[in-house]
């Protein structure tokens, strides 16, 4: 069974503070990966996409990939309250499929 | 990314009957995808629907339960069958984006299905 884990918290951080979520995965093939940020009552956004080891940064989020270890991270700098959602990893694991396998989700809480 | 809308955007049903959602996309995409998510749940994927051919589904789900069409590359539809209170839940269709990546996936703004 191809997998996707995720802490599910909440992950509480004060405001202003840098949030570290992580995420691991099974399948070791896997090439591409994807955080989605799920307010309550909403559809997942898409807020990166990594592809390569290393770092990727847009904005406030960061997105951390490393294949050996068969895990990806999402940093988000400069927490707001705004930012309090699931965020959700997910992962293509069959490129021929091309379909998302879900982690369960990180509930991020920013304290005000 | 494409634009994408949902009908219904909720709806409560009565045990055994069916209910079909659509999903429209301003643009046309090769691939579109029908996820669930249950209640305090993640997302599982369907059933994988590709213009002029059979929709592939996940292990767990079915034709007969959840059947599907893709009658052109920017609509589908996803049939809730003989329905079950276990069934409640959103369902969400999705689209790849088309510039950026081929496998990048953008979502709808989900259906929710209550189940009685």
């Known amino acids: 069974q191809k997998e996707v884990e995720q802490n599910s918290g909440p992950l509480s951080v004060p405001e202003g503070a840098i949030a570290s979520l992580n995420c691991t995965y099974s399948?070791?093939?896997?090439?591409?990966f994807f955080w989605y940020r799920q307010y309550s009552g909403k559809s997942p956004e898409l807020i990166m996409s990594?592809?390569?080891?290393g770092d990727k940064e847009d904005g406030r989020f960061t997105a951390q990939l490393n294949k050996a270890s068969q895990y990806v991270s999402l940093l988000i700098r400069d927490s707001q309250p705004s930012d309090s959602a699931t965020y959700l990893c997910?992962?293509?694991?069959?490129?021929?499929?091309?379909?998302?396998?879900f982690g369960s989700g990180t509930r991020l809480q920013v304290q005000p | 990314s494409a634009v994408i809308s949902q009908k219904p955007s909720r709806d409560i049903c009565q045990r055994g009957t069916s209910l079909t959602i659509q999903c429209q996309v301003d643009?046309?995409?090769?691939?579109m995808f029908w996820y669930r998510q249950q209640p305090g749940q993640s997302l599982t994927l369907i059933a994988t629907?590709?213009?002029?051919?059979?929709?592939?589904?996940e292990s767990g789900f079915v034709i007969d339960k959840f059947p599907i069409s893709r009658p052109n590359l920017t609509f589908s539809t996803l049939t809730v069958s003989n329905m079950s209170p276990e069934d409640s839940s959103i369902y969400l269709c999705?689209?790849?984006?088309?510039?950026?990546?081929?496998?990048?996936?953008?979502f709808g703004p989900g259906t929710r299905l209550t189940v009685l």
């Open positions: 999705s689209v790849e984006g088309s510039s950026d990546s081929t496998d990048t996936q953008y």
């Open positions: 399948d070791r093939v896997s090439q591409s």
């Open positions: 990594i592809y390569s080891n």
């Open positions: 997910a992962v293509v694991m069959d490129t021929g499929r091309r379909a998302l396998t």
């Open positions: 643009s046309q995409v090769t691939m």
């Open positions: 629907a590709n213009q002029g051919s059979e929709a592939t589904y």
